[in-house]
């Protein structure tokens, strides 16, 4: 089922089912590609036919683009579609169009770490990776910048090197953190960095208010951080309002970066760095802090062990194509030392990552 989205130019298509339109309408503030047409990233085919059926391709439903998707390129149908589009000079569809060939639906999955599928091979290709540093970083005690004396439980690491801009924006008091929790009574980190002039956001599901302001930096959004937004026409989705992505309250909280990311989401965290990813949303942070369980894949994450780690793996590697660079791991040694619910590799089931975007100004 759809979701809409609302920038102002209206698109004249309504959807073919007893549903609101299908796409309510498009504009050039579409171009950053950001804002998802669908909840889910492979929008049925016949539904995508169907919307450009209807602003003039040409092409019937079941026929033409919804043939190519999802998740495959648009090849053969490239100039005739933009041919009609030229002729009908069809803005919204334009836009669509666009938003369609550049809009990725799935990351790049990395070859096999051997000739054939191994879950031993691609278990030691993985550990090896999150306990590697591929950056130094000297300075990463948050208690050389703040008065506040409390230790932090978790090793909540963030780069105060001078390279890197993070150090330059916290005195300048203009750094900006979000933090995404599950019912976690662990807030030291954040405690410090508002002490230390960070404009801190905390979002986790189980506040009771809506919003929330502690002191004179700190603020507490009764929200979650999802890998999809809810679909306000399905009744069931309702119970999931206070769920939403990361790029959807960037717009509403009218962010455009963020200096630091902390999640603690609770296996959730492989989808929702997926949709990062997708989204390009990551281009907009400066540093990652990431807790990740491998003690099972993850929400919504299926397939057999290897196919599952070789997942986890190829996003790991997306962040370095967008040259994030993992600066600090921590392997919790007081979590069960499991991998995929089997005691195997020498690993814990859950490790503290930080990654400094080399390239965040």
């Known amino acids: 089922m759809p979701t809409l989205i609302q920038p102002p130019v209206p698109c004249p298509l309504t959807s073919p089912w007893n549903s609101p339109p299908l796409i309510q309408s498009l504009s050039p503030l579409t171009m950053s590609f950001r804002a998802a047409c669908w909840e889910h990233a492979a929008p049925p085919p016949r539904a995508l036919a169907a919307w450009w059926h209807g602003c003039g391709g040409g092409v019937t439903v079941g026929e033409g683009l919804g043939a190519s998707l999802p998740g495959r390129e648009l090849k053969g149908q490239h100039a005739a579609f933009r041919k009609g589009i030229a002729a009908r000079s069809t803005t919204p569809c334009w836009y669509f169009f666009l938003y369609l060939q550049t809009i990725r639906w799935h990351v790049d ?44 439980k978790k090793p909540w690491s963030v780069c105060l090197d001078d390279r890197f801009s993070l150090v330059h924006r916290i005195k300048s008091k203009q750094c900006r953190l979000y933090s995404l929790g599950l019912s976690s009574d662990d807030n030291q980190f954040e405690i410090s960095m508002a002490n230390s002039g960070c404009e801190v956001h905390r979002f986790d599901p189980s506040i009771k208010s809506a919003h929330i302001q502690e002191g004179q930096h700190l603020w507490n959004h009764r929200l979650s951080i999802d890998w999809r937004d809810p679909n306000p026409a399905i009744a069931a989705h309702k119970l999931r309002s206070h769920r939403k992505k990361l790029g959807t309250i960037l717009n509403e909280f009218g962010h455009q970066k963020i200096d630091v990311l902390k999640a603690d989401m609770e296996s959730a965290e492989w989808k929702i760095l997926e949709n990062l990813i997708l989204e390009d949303i990551v281009e907009q942070i400066g540093q990652l ?29 997306e962040l370095e194509l967008k040259d ?6 921590y392997k919790d040694l007081l979590k069960p030392q499991m991998f995929l619910k089997k005691e195997a590799f020498n690993a814990s ?13």
């Open 109 to 152: 999955l990395q070859p096999w770490a051997s000739p054939t599928p191994s879950l031993n091979y691609e278990a030691l290709r993985f550990l090896k990776y999150i306990t590697t540093p591929q950056v130094s970083c000297e300075h990463m005690n948050m208690n050389s910048l703040t008065d506040n004396s409390k230790t932090i």
């Open 289 to 317: 802090v990431f807790e990740v369980h491998i003690h099972w894949p993850g929400f919504e994450v299926s397939g057999n062990d290897s196919t599952v780690v070789r997942y986890w793996y190829s996003l790991l590697k």
């Open 324 to 329: 994030f660079r993992l600066f600090h791991t």
């Open 349 to 361: 089931s859950c490790y503290t990552l930080s990654w400094v975007n080399t390239r965040w100004k």
